[in-house]
T-cell receptor
Framework: KNEVEQSPQNLTAQEGEFITINCSYS?????LHWLQQHPGGGIVSLFM???GKKKHGRLIATINIQEKHSSLHITASHPRDSAVYIC???????????FGQGTRLTINP | GAVVSQHPSWVICKSGTSVKIECRSL??????MFWYRQFPKQSLMLMAT?????????EQGVEKDKFLINHASLTLSTLTVTSAHPEDSSFYIC??????????FGPGTRLTVL
């Protein structure tokens, strides 16, 4: 079992839909990251969370430390949101980032 | 703020040659830089961690003599793939951290070895 599990692996939705991507982890962490990777490959850091909730534009990220679970939400989704979304955790024990396998999101117009 | 650049963004080379990839933090000083490799449709895999002025720490299975990492200043780290072979073709991504805590990612370098 991977230390970081994301679901779903693939998600296709219509423009305007509310999107939720989930991330569960099994290790002790100091922080959790949500990253966005577009088809060209470049990675953008969306959020770094250690507790609670953060919001940036149409993106919302939440984390529940006790349940070892985080969600990334996209409101009013748009085709330009199509990308791979990656959850990564700062593994306290290993002192390095551990990545989920990514969720490929496709938003159709 | 917190911009990380990589150069080149893509490179094609012949088997047996060496390729150098640069990673720069443009608006902050990076005490730590990380090098990752990503094969198609797979997660990023950490190759090595480098701290300015000291030797890089390589992950298990990564050949330090093949992937030479130099972190000579607080804004620049280089990864040199020596004697590249087709199996080294991959997407190489660096990240930089001002504090060892938050990481900022570069745009990546796509290496194709013919």
């Amino acid at each position: 079992k991977n230390e970081v599990e994301q679901s779903p692996q693939n998600l296709t939705a219509q423009e305007g839909e509310f999107i939720t991507i989930n991330c569960s982890y099994s290790v002790g962490i100091s922080a959790l990251h949500w990253l966005q990777q577009h088809p060209g490959g470049g990675i953008v850091s969306l959020f770094m969370l250690s507790s609670g909730k953060k919001k940036h534009g149409r993106l919302i990220a939440t984390i529940n430390i006790q349940e070892k679970h985080s969600s990334l939400h996209i409101t009013a989704s748009h085709p330009r949101d199509s990308a791979v979304y990656i959850c990564a955790v700062d593994d306290q024990g290993a002192q390095k980032l551990v990545f989920g396998q990514g969720t490929r999101l496709t938003i159709n117009p | 703020g917190a911009v990380v650049s990589q150069h080149p963004s893509w490179v094609i080379c012949k088997s047996g040659t060496s390729v150098k990839i640069e990673c720069r933090s443009l608006d902050f000083q990076a005490t730590t830089m990380f090098w990752y490799r990503q094969f198609p449709k797979q997660s990023l895999m950490l190759m090595a961690t480098s701290n300015e002025g000291s030797k890089a720490t390589y992950e298990q299975g990564v050949e330090k003599d093949k992937f030479l990492i130099n972190h000579a200043s607080l804004t620049l780290s280089t990864l040199t793939v020596t004697s590249a072979h087709p199996e080294d073709s991959s997407f190489y991504i660096c990240s930089a951290s001002p504090s060892g805590y938050e990481q900022f990612f570069g745009p990546g370098t796509r290496l194709t070895v013919l």
